[in-house]
């Protein structure tokens, strides 16, 4: 994989990340328990998903300089 593919995949990363917020953010007046954690899994493992994904591309850039 070239640097410039590895900045692109990085890049579509970073520009969903406002989504997942986005979706994460429920009403404020509402009491966030554990109900409402399961309703909104899928946004819990996307944003777990999206820091996985870039920890791993951060590793492997970092590796690769040395």
């Not at 989504?19 to 899994?41: C, M, R, S, T, Y």
């Amino acid at each position: 994989m070239t640097r410039f593919s590895i900045l692109v995949v990085f890049n579509l990363f970073v520009i969903n990340l406002p989504l997942a917020a986005n979706a994460a953010g429920g009403p404020v007046a509402k009491n966030f328990g554990a109900q409402d954690w399961l309703d909104k899994i899928h946004v819990v493992l996307s944003v777990v998903g999206i820091v996985a994904v870039t920890t791993a591309v951060l590793i492997i850039l970092i590796l690769r300089k040395k």
